[in-house]
Nanobody, 124 residues
Framework: QVQLVESGGGLVQAGGSLRLSCVVSGRFFSNYGMGWFRQAPGKERILVAAASLTGSTTYYDNSVKGRFTISRDDAKNTVYLEMSSLKPEDTAVYYC?????????????????WGQGTQVTVSS
């Protein structure tokens, strides 16, 4: 059984920082790519960051490039999303997800396990 549990969300002022964590239970965490998606009210869920199984290949949505960093600690079965210089438009529910493969795509349909989501609210 694979479970993903996110933590680290909260309320922060614009310009602030947060670190999201996603602990993945189950075997073979290091065999899969991982992604962080977000969904704001009334908007579609989008991929904001992803990392391949080794973490050597990463992806960032243009809206977060230079501000967000994805990393993974295979010894802890955990993937992180470091967020800095936060903006009100970053407000959303953030989800971590496991890719179906060693790499990743930007399509939510190619991720087979999802966390419950954690709310990030950035005040102006």
């Amino acid at each position: 059984q694979v479970q993903l549990v996110e933590s680290g969300g909260g309320l922060v002022q614009a310009g602030g920082s947060l670190r999201l964590s996603c602990v993945v239970s189950g075997r073979f965490f290091s065999n899969y790519g991982m992604g962080w998606f977000r969904q704001a009210p009334g908007k579609e869920r989008i991929l904001v960051a992803a990392a391949s199984l080794t973490g050597s290949t990463t992806y960032y949505d243009n809206s977060v490039k230079g501000r967000f960093t994805i990393s993974r600690d295979d010894a802890k079965n955990t993937v992180y999303l470091e967020m800095s210089s936060l903006k009100p438009e970053d407000t959303a529910v953030y989800y971590c997800a496991r890719s179906e493969s060693a790499g990743f795509t930007t399509y939510a349909s190619s991720y087979d396990y999802w966390g419950q989501g954690t709310q990030v609210t950035v005040s102006s």
